[in-house]
């Protein structure tokens, strides 16, 4: 009888935390498996900015950045509901690319390093015993001695794990909707632009390709209120930003219809469920408006990466790999989501955006401060 192989890693989820943690840990040896339910290339739901901090370690991990001719953003400008706007430079500021080109690029380079990489297989369940996770897939079931959950905003699988931010009732915070574009425009390749409109904002910014991202959210009551339809959400709520109303009228859609994703959970996570060690989103979402969830996707999966390469050495137990994980996550990331958290929750409320807007216009050291504390520094 053939024996089930036990891979040293499997992880769920193939977006940045997911790509780039196989990357790592095939590269010190480990066999990994990843299971991905779509099939690269494919658009998602994303602003599209990087911020610098991760642009050394992509490039360590093997793409090259530098000679893609990647966009660099250095400037940004927030508008408010009335029109109200403040402009500041953004030091060392981001890069645009899609997650169409960076999710496909890093899958390739999983694959040529060693990473069985299953596309189109969608995880259904993971069970915990004895040293062993069963992985239970669309295209059957794997085993391995280490799991980790990268599978994004939300997935069948918080639900399985009976998570407790799943049975929060529903509100402002865990209940948006989003969706994006790909489009053309006359706008500088060196901006990112953040316009509010009532419940919601919406982002532009170059991507690679000669085009331009644009992606906004809203509450998903606010999307109800408008039929559940995309043209009235546009046409009633974000035309009425003066900004959005000139750009939507003035692009060229590349598509037809947008992307789109509902129930996004701004919502505390845990970062360890059932031994299953989370990243990325999985851990926590930081809201879009802070421009870094990429970046923290990928520097959990460095710190975990690190943390796993010390278990299989031998040099830590799972239990303490487990704490350390947990320790280092909050220390890392848990100041950047509560100040993400925080906005999120007034901005796109008309009055208290228009207040906060006019009211940090001339005190430009304060913004900087704020767009500090949401990003990070190289790793
Ligand atoms: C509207 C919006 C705009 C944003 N804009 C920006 C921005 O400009 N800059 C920025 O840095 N961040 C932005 N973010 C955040 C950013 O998109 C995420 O933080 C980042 O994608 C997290 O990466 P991840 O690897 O955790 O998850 P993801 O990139 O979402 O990857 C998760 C993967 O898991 C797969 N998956 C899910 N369930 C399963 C399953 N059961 N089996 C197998 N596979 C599964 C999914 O298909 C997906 O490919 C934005 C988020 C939103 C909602």
Redesign the pocket.
């Given at each position: 009888m053939n024996e089930i192989k036990k891979y040293d890693c499997a992880i769920?989820?193939?977006?940045?935390?997911?790509?780039t943690l196989a990357i790592q840990l095939v590269k010190s040896g480990r066999s990994v498996i990843l299971?991905?339910?779509?099939t690269y290339p494919?658009h998602?739901?994303?602003?599209?900015?990087?911020?610098m901090e991760s642009w050394n370690f992509l490039e360590r991990l093997g793409l090259p950045l530098s000679k893609m001719q990647l966009p660099k953003i250095t400037r940004l400008q927030i508008s408010s509901p009335n029109g109200n706007l403040i402009k500041h430079n953004l030091n060392p500021g981001?890069f645009g690319i899609s997650?169409y080109t960076i999710?496909f690029e890093l899958s390739k380079i999983a694959k040529a390093a060693g990473v069985i990489l299953l596309e189109n297989?969608?995880?259904?369940d993971v069970d915990y015993s004895e040293n062993t996770f069963t992985i239970k897939?669309s295209a059957g079931n794997y085993e391995s001695e280490m799991c980790c959950g990268?599978?994004?905003?939300?997935?069948?699988?918080d639900i399985k794990l009976k998570r407790d931010f799943v049975n929060k009732p529903l509100g402002k915070i865990n209940n948006?909707v989003?969706?994006?574009y790909h489009i053309k425009l006359n706008f500088p390749d060196d901006l990112?632009e953040l316009h509010n409109y009532k419940d919601g904002y919406c982002?532009i910014?170059k991507v690679d390709g000669d085009k331009y991202?644009i992606?906004?959210?809203t509450t998903a009551k606010n999307f109800e209120a408008n039929n559940n339809s995309i043209e009235q959400l546009e046409e009633n709520e974000i035309k009425k930003n003066p900004f959005l109303k000139k750009y939507f009228n003035e692009a060229e859609f590349l598509w037809e219809k947008p992307v789109v994703?509902s129930q996004?959970n701004f919502s505390k996570k845990t970062c360890i469920e059932n031994h299953i060690i989370m990243?990325?989103?999985?851990?926590g979402?930081?809201a879009?408006l802070?421009?870094?969830?990429?970046?923290?996707?990928?520097n959990a999966s460095k710190i975990l990466a690190n943390l796993l390469e010390a278990y299989f050495k031998g040099n830590i137990r799972r239990e303490q790999l487990e704490l350390t994980y947990t320790n280092l996550w909050k220390q890392n990331f848990t100041g950047r989501l509560f100040i993400g958290r925080t906005i999120q929750q007034f901005f796109g409320n008309e009055t208290l955006t228009n207040m906060f807007i006019a009211s940090m216009k001339p005190f430009p050291g304060l913004v900087k401060k704020l767009i500090r504390s949401t990003h990070g520094v190289p790793f």
């Open positions: 769920v989820g193939g977006g940045l935390g997911g790509l299971f991905e339910k779509e494919y998602k739901v994303c602003g599209e900015y990087i911020a981001g997650r999710d297989t969608k995880v259904t897939t990268a599978y994004g905003k939300k997935s069948n699988i948006v989003g969706a994006k990112i982002g910014s991202c992606c906004y959210l994703i996004v990243i990325g989103d999985t851990a979402l930081i879009p802070c421009g870094n969830g990429m970046s923290m996707a990928m």
